[in-house]
């Protein structure tokens, strides 16, 4: 059964940086697209980031464009999430997701059947 697995959250200041990790096991990254999604309180849960399955193409939301970074790394069957020059709305609980998705489809939430139980990101002085 594939699982995905999130850490790294934390409290940062604004302007500082943070990197999530997110593990898979049951599949290799080569099978499935690793999409990041956020959701601040209130909000709605959205798509910040993915890198698909294959070639590996990336994708990110307009929010967090020039600041964010989605990688992997095969041999450790993980995927990380780089971000910098952190805003306090970038503030939320962060989960990673795996599904068989790719282009535009990439931030639809029903497009991932597997999801972490998340990790809590703070920005604030």
């Known amino acids: 059964q594939p699982q995905v697995a999130e850490s790294g959250g934390g409290l940062v200041q604004p302007g500082g940086s943070l990197r999530l990790s997110c593990v898979a096991s049951?599949?290799?990254?080569?099978?499935?697209?690793i999409g990041w999604f956020r959701q601040a309180p209130g909000k709605e849960r959205e798509g910040v980031s993915c890198?698909?399955?294959?070639?590996?193409?990336?994708y990110y939301s307009d929010s967090v464009k020039g600041r964010f970074t989605i990688s992997r790394n095969h041999a450790k069957n993980t995927v990380y999430l780089q971000m910098n020059n952190l805003k306090p709305e970038d503030s939320g609980v962060y989960y990673c997701a795996a599904g068989d998705t790719y282009g535009d489809k990439w931030s639809r939430q029903d497009e991932y059947p597997y999801w972490g139980q998340g990790t809590q990101v703070t920005v604030s002085s």
């Open positions: 049951g599949f290799t990254l080569d099978y499935y697209a």
């Open positions: 890198v698909a399955g294959g070639y590996g193409t990336t």
